[in-house]
């Protein structure tokens, strides 16, 4: 790849402003389609837009007790976690950009990167809000992390890689969503414990905690941290869709599967109200990995066969 | 600086004004009501009249939060609670008395243990009469705050730093 692609890709497509722009249009839509089962009109069109340059124009103020290098750094860190992620992910249903054997491990640890750029930023901090919060993130970084790892690790099973790429070839054969369905349930419930969605909002609960770890944040920092949201949204939904439903495929079909994966997430968020943080790492260890280890066991016996 | 803003400038102070009244999120602090006033701002945030339209989101923290919703009368336990929540919101912030309490203290004035309104602590942008105000009500004090916003917004004034 000569460098001129390398970038374009990196910084226009299908990385960098698309990504961001797309995160954006997701974020749109989950908060539409939420306010719709609310029965209510919900945001316009450009709202998150218009929330995320207003954070970035407002005036930032660094706490006092806080470490500096750390309070500014850590929202880079996490944006760029997301962002990079992107580029060993099939968007927009074309192939990955990057590829290299065992991708999809570090896909997932960027991913994580945003939840625990979270937590170190809060327990950064002098607040005990922030503090609780951040417990709370991390806590359940270590509740859901391992069972949607192992789920998308029964998919690498079967396709006999850990590459992303040769997952999505083997997913364009056999729609995994039939073969592994335990796997998938656990995955796009992974991915909304991952984007601490409804009923796993405990850490930043706005009722108890006031905002959880991003409490001392506002202006810049903020908005980093919503924007990497935003693009985790779109990364996750991405992995999800081309491992469980089909692999690679033209872009306006595969923005389809996206959507109704998003659709499934906003109906759940609108129907399940916040587990509290105990219940949440309960239902992941006591149900998530058992289901798992159960579609591994499944797995294992018919390759054995 | 005294020079004549360039074209950058000026799209800049656009997109930002812009950017700013269409995201309006607020904090709602009850400096010493009877609640019935939070009560009217509870209902406004319902699905019924779904403030979210105009992007208005409630949020809990001071700091991310641009628009401050000040209910009742400043009793003299809250005012140092409301100066530090205020100076605890970032720049650029606002401020909205809602009630007849928050206009002048209401039928509270003069009692041993009220200040007055809010404006006798804190610059207020918005007053929204009532006791309570409807939700109607508070939804046309938002709209002609940002109103007023858009039209400091293009005087230049609404971005101090």
């Known amino acids: ?67 500096q290098a750390l309070f500014i750094g850590l929202p880079l860190v996490a944006l760029a976690g997301a962002l990079s992620a992107a580029v060993y992910v099939p968007l927009a249903g074309l192939a990955p950009v990057h590829s290299f054997p065992g991708d999809l491990i570090v896909v997932l640890y960027l991913l994580s990167l945003l939840t625990l750029g979270m937590g170190l930023a809060g327990t950064n901090t002098l607040d005990r809000f922030s503090l609780i919060g951040a417990t709370r993130t991390l806590t359940q970084v270590f509740s859901y992390e391992a069972p949607f790892l192992m789920a ?147 797995l294992i016996l018919i390759q054995r066969s | 600086m005294n020079t004549t803003p360039n074209v950058w400038q000026e799209v800049m102070r656009g997109m930002k004004t812009w950017a700013r009244l269409n995201s309006p999120w607020v904090l709602h602090f009850n400096t010493g009501s009877c609640n019935g006033c939070d009560i009217e701002i509870l209902a406004t945030l319902t699905p019924r009249y779904d403030l979210e339209r105009l992007g208005v989101r409630l949020q809990a923290s001071p700091r991310h939060a641009d628009i401050l919703l000040c209910t009742g009368a400043v009793t003299r336990q809250a005012r140092d609670r409301l100066v530090r929540i205020y100076a605890q919101m970032h720049e650029p912030k606002c401020v909205v008395a809602i009630g007849s309490c928050a206009l002048s203290g209401g039928v509270f004035q003069g009692c041993y243990n009220v200040l007055g309104g809010i404006e006798d602590v804190l610059p207020v942008d918005a007053y929204i009469p009532g006791c309570p105000p409807r939700p109607e009500a508070v939804i046309d004090g938002v709209v002609k705050l940002l109103d007023g916003l858009r039209a400091r917004g293009r005087q230049g004034k609404a971005d101090s730093q």
């Open chain 1, 152 to 298: 998308l690790l029964g998919a690498a099973v079967v396709a006999g890689s850990l590459s992303v790429s040769e997952i999505c070839a083997y997913a364009g054969e056999h729609w995994l969503i039939l073969t592994q369905p335990l796997g998938f349930v656990v995955a796009l419930i992974g991915l909304m414990g991952k984007l601490e969605m409804p009923p796993f909002d405990a850490p930043e609960a706005h009722t108890e905690i006031v905002a959880g770890a991003l409490t001392e944040y506002s202006g810049r920092g903020l908005a980093f941290f919503h924007l990497g949201r935003s693009v985790e949204l779109v990364v996750g939904l991405t992995l999800v869709a081309a491992v469980y439903l089909g692999g690679l495929s033209s872009p306006v079909w595969f923005a389809v599967k996206t959507l109704a994966l998003l659709l499934v997430m906003v109906g759940l968020q609108a129907l399940l109200a916040r587990l509290r943080i105990d219940q949440t790492v309960g239902l992941w260890w006591r149900y998530g990995a058992l289901l798992v280890l159960v579609q591994w066991l499944v």
């Open chain 1, 1 to 67: 790849m000569n460098p001129l692609a390398a970038l374009f890709a990196l910084l226009i497509f299908p990385g960098g402003l698309s990504l961001l722009a797309a995160g954006l249009v997701y974020e749109w839509v989950d908060r539409k389609l939420l306010a719709g089962l609310h029965n209510r009109v919900g945001p316009r069109w450009f709202q998150p837009l218009a929330d995320a340059l207003k954070l970035l124009v407002k005036e930032e103020v660094v706490p006092e007790g806080v470490n």
